[in-house]
């Protein structure tokens, strides 16, 4: 890795860890030059735009979150196990790590409404998210797991329900049982859906 790709990935680790408690719109390019020991101009050098360093900051996630829950989920077993490490891995994620939470949750709610490359952006990691949940709904009706019929859009519609109840629960209401009823939830869906 060359020493402006290197400068480059340390400018994106801090700005993603700061723009979870401050948003991405919130920003500040002279305060994030100043932790990364940058001025402006050369923090600039490396984006095109506060845009372009809004959408790398949510690719940076993207790649984090693969790593960091896609990836070990998928090394479980095919099916209800899969689904329920995919479960307990975002838990993880979104608790730990980052200062303020699941940057994705936090950037649905300055984005939700602003259309844009940044929204664009952010909508392609998330569809691919749930697009994951789902997938491994499907695998899970494949292996006898689930029932047949299943809705795998709608279960994981719901899925990811639970996972924004439990991040607003654990961060915004400071519950010190989100967690437990996240899994719970979790659990009764998985098991209202199991096959016959």
């Not at 402006?40 to 845009?51: C, I, P, R, V």
């Not at 689904?83 to 709610?109: H, K, M, N």
């Not at 991040?167 to 519950?175: E, G, K, T, V």
Request: charged share 25%.
């Amino acid at each position: 890795m060359s020493k402006g790709d290197q400068t480059r990935a340390a400018i994106l680790d801090r700005a993603l860890d700061h723009s979870t408690e401050v948003g991405l719109e919130g920003l500040s390019v002279g305060t994030l030059a100043r932790k990364v020991g940058l001025s402006k101009s050369g923090l600039y050098a490396h984006f095109d735009s506060k845009e372009d360093l809004q959408r790398q900051i949510l690719d940076t996630a993207a790649v984090r979150f693969v790593d960091r829950v896609v990836r070990p989920a998928l090394a479980a077993p095919r099916g209800v196990p899969r689904i329920e490490a995919f479960v307990a891995r975002w838990l993880d994620w979104s608790s730990s790590g980052l200062a303020g939470g699941c940057p994705f949750v936090s950037a649905a709610t300055e984005f939700d409404d602003r259309p844009g490359p940044v929204r664009d952006t952010l909508v392609g990691h998330l569809r691919t998210l749930t697009e994951t949940i789902a997938t491994s709904a499907a695998l899970a009706v494949q292996e006898g797991h689930l029932k047949d019929n299943l809705d795998v859009d709608q279960f994981a519609f719901q899925i990811w329900s639970i996972l924004l109840a439990y991040h607003h629960y654990a961060r915004l209401l400071d519950d010190v049982a989100a967690r437990a009823r996240a899994e719970t939830a979790c659990a009764e869906l998985i098991d209202a859906a199991r096959a016959d």
